[in-house]
Nanobody, 126 residues
Framework: QVQLVESGGGLVQAGGSLRLSCAAS????????MGWFRQAPGKEREFVAA????????VYGDSVKGRFAISRDNAINTVYLQMNSLKREDTAVYYC???????????????????WGQGTQVTVSS
C-alpha cells in the first residue's frame, strides 16, 4: 500500500496562491493515479483535480477550472496542487488520494481511490 502526507496548507487572503504537496511512500508511486479532494465544514467531499500515473491526463472540478493546476513528479514521489486566485469558498480540508486501479486516465469519482492522506487545512480570508 502507499502512505500519503499532505503539506502546504495555511491561511491566505482572497486572490492569493498556495501550493499543496502530497508526498507518497510505500509502493511505486508511478503505479498510482492521484487525486485531490476537499471537504468544507457541513459540506460533502468535493472533487478538485486528478492526474494519471504519468501525468498525461488531468481533470478538474468545475469550481476550480482555470485557477488550480495538478502536477506530479514521479522521481520524488510527490503530487502538487497549485492554487491561484483563491476564493473564500475554497476554504476546506484538502485531501490527497491514490488510485491503484484506474491509472491510465484521471478520474473524479472518489470511490476509485484506495488510499487517502490525513488532509491539510486551507483557509482563505476576505
Amino acid at each position: 500500500q502507499v502512505q500519503l502526507v499532505e503539506s502546504g496548507g495555511g491561511l491566505v487572503q482572497a486572490g492569493g496562491s498556495l501550493r499543496l504537496s502530497c508526498a507518497a511512500s510505500g509502493r511505486t508511486f508511478s503505479n498510482y493515479a492521484m487525486g485531490w479532494f476537499r471537504q468544507a465544514p457541513g459540506k460533502e467531499r468535493e472533487f478538485v483535480a486528478a492526474i494519471s500515473r504519468v501525468g498525461s491526463d488531468t481533470v478538474y472540478g468545475d469550481s476550480v477550472k482555470g485557477r488550480f493546476a495538478i502536477s506530479r513528479d514521479n522521481a520524488i514521489n510527490t503530487v502538487y496542487l497549485q492554487m491561484n486566485s483563491l476564493k473564500r469558498e475554497d476554504t476546506a480540508v484538502y485531501y490527497c488520494a491514490a488510485d491503484s486501479t484506474h491509472v491510465y486516465r484521471a478520474y473524479s469519482e472518489f470511490f476509485n481511490y484506495d488510499y487517502w492522506g490525513q488532509g491539510t487545512q486551507v483557509t482563505v480570508s476576505s
